[in-house]
């Protein structure tokens, strides 16, 4: 089955405050999950691209990519800003780099430092501020902290889900 396009997703962003160290987890655990399904990956499945988007390796390297925003939302959040940094829907920096050329490991390795800054960052939140809200520029609607929390977790599962259905397109048994 397809995923759907993340640019296209609807979110209601209603979760109660009492979730927000659930979605923590979620956050948290992004870099174990990416490793156990990229280590020891052949690179002719890493690299494998399909005739429309990014390979493998691209997909991880654009989760890379992306924790620039979301330490950009975690510095406006904390700013009190009243705007959240907009996105790049281009993707013009994943399209310009050739993560290809990059050893999966110095991509694994980078994500898992940036992904431990992120979640201090939302570890360190008081319960006070899970709710303080930003208006999120593409959405046009105001995100809470949890809610940006949530959207990353989101953002991770739709990317994994993509490497999974890559994996089985070119791995051709592998795990």
Do not use: C
Request: net charge negative; proline share 6%.
């Amino acid at each position: 089955m397809e995923t759907m396009i993340w640019a296209e997703r609807k979110f209601a962003f209603d979760l109660p405050p009492e979730m927000y160290p659930n979605v923590v987890e979620r956050v948290r655990g992004t870099p174990a999950r990416l490793e156990d399904k990229l280590n020891e990956l052949p690179r002719e499945v890493l690299t494998g691209r399909p005739p429309r988007g990014w390979s493998i390796q691209e997909t991880a390297g654009h989760l890379l990519i992306v924790e620039i925003l979301w330490h950009r939302r975690n510095e406006d959040f904390e700013a009190g800003r009243s705007e959240l940094a907009a996105a790049d829907m281009k993707n013009v920096r994943t399209q310009q780099t050739d993560f290809h050329a990059m050893p999966i490991e110095s991509i694994l390795k980078d994500f898992r430092e940036s992904r431990g800054r992120l979640v201090a960052f939302l570890e360190n939140v008081g319960d006070d501020r899970v709710t303080q809200a930003a208006h999120h520029p593409r959405l046009n609607k105001p995100m809470r902290i949890i809610d940006h929390a949530f959207f990353i977790a989101e953002h991770d599962d739709h990317h994994l889900a993509q490497m999974s259905r890559l994996l089985r397109r070119f791995g051709d048994g592998i795990r």
